[in-house]
């Protein structure tokens, strides 16, 4: 989802299917399965660093999460996977902070997908802190110490670290995965799911052997 989707109030969209053999045409091609970061971002040394870009409020990140929960956890070593929440709108910053709030409790294997659940298929808000209580209790977390996570100085200062984060990237639409600081690729840029993850395996392939 981009910024001139959310300002029209888009709130769906069905990503491809994933049948289609992946390079049947030979490997990925710039410009059309990735692009390339027009300034490199700085990544954290030592290992291939590849982050997503993603909102809760987002259908389209709803729909790629599953595959991509399930590429994340067979990466190799030597990558360093991280989600990066976004907000293209001020209404939007508090799911950026129920991230940072459940990660910081350690939370994020136990209720990331529930967040999505809660508001892709129940319609649930996080608006307001008793959104957040509310709802914690049907998933049998405390959500006291959720809100308190969501209001602290490190989920502050991972909002503004998100946001230049995002801005180096150029961040216009998610999901979008960030390979090293250097490609990006997306479901929507390389035409599906299935696809995006396979052109991510190639990218890291590259990063690694250079």
Not at 186 to 203: C, F, H, K, N, Y
Request: aromatic share 10%; proline share 5%; with cysteine.
């Amino acid at each position: 989802m981009n910024r001139r989707e959310w300002a029209l109030g888009a709130t769906s969209l069905a990503l491809s299917g994933l049948s289609l053999p992946l390079w049947a045409q030979g490997a990925p091609v710039e410009g059309k399965d990735y692009h390339r970061v027009a300034s490199p971002v700085a990544v954290p040394e030592g290992k291939v660093d590849v982050v997503e870009f993603f909102g809760y409020w987002c259908p389209h990140c709803h729909a790629f999460e599953p595959a991509l929960d399930a590429w994340a956890k067979k990466l190799p070593a030597h990558v360093s996977f991280r989600r990066i929440p976004v907000a293209f709108s001020p209404a939007q910053e508090s799911y950026q902070r129920l991230y940072y709030g459940i990660e910081a409790l350690g939370l994020v294997d136990s209720l990331h997908r529930k967040v999505f659940a809660a508001i892709h298929a129940e319609r649930k808000r996080f608006d307001k802190d008793s959104d957040v209580l509310d709802w914690a209790k049907t998933v049998g977390a405390d959500g006291a110490k959720i809100v308190d996570a969501m209001k602290s100085f490190s989920v502050a200062t991972k909002l503004r670290q998100s946001k230049a984060l995002a801005d180096g990237f150029r961040i216009e639409g998610v999901p979008t995965l960030g390979i090293q600081g250097r490609f990006m690729t997306s479901p929507s840029i390389a035409g599906t799911s299935e696809r995006a993850l396979a052109v991510a395996d190639q990218l890291i392939a590259q990063v690694k052997k250079a």
